[in-house]
């Protein structure tokens, strides 16, 4: 077996322990083994050469970049609000006709019922008591999930 395939399936070797065990370093000792598998294929090294020149490839790369390539594999965190979803809500309570709903379960003061609102059933709440089948205007959403929302009776 030639010594650059050696130094290859080494190489493979790190690739799949960095995948069993995602530290981000192993992935360097990978690039180093196959630069060496790259350079004793046109160059004949000895042993100790080949380790030294594996252990310097491979904490180079290491050092160079992993900070770059570690923002690459993480991405970046979202911080703060959630654009998009909150211009979709947003837009849901812009236009009057659109944020109109029709209570299902009646809600009492202060307290929680159910709305039907855009074809779906939601929780809602309420400062003032609302009867069941009365048309309720949809406020806001009560809580960043979107899972209940504030509304209020309408006037006729």
Excluded: C
């Amino acid at each position: 077996m030639s010594i650059y395939f050696i130094w290859f399936l080494i190489g493979v070797a790190f690739l799949i322990a960095e995948f069993i065990i995602p530290t981000f370093i192993l992935f360097f000792f990978a690039i180093g083994a196959f630069i060496v598998s790259i350079l004793t294929i046109f160059y004949d090294f000895s042993m100790d050469s080949q380790i030294i020149l594996f252990a310097l490839s491979s904490v180079i790369s290491l050092v160079l970049l992993r900070k770059y390539m570690k923002n690459i594999f993480k991405g970046k965190e979202s911080i703060g609000e959630d654009k998009f979803t909150n211009r979709v809500w947003a837009s849901y309570f812009d236009n009057s006709n659109e944020n109109i709903a029709i209570v299902s379960k009646a809600i009492d003061a202060n307290s929680f019922g159910e709305i039907k609102y855009k074809g779906t059933f939601y929780k809602a709440h309420s400062e003032n008591a609302i009867d069941e089948g009365e048309k309720v205007k949809v406020i806001k959403r009560g809580d960043e999930q979107g899972s209940f929302f504030i509304v209020e009776a309408i006037n006729n």
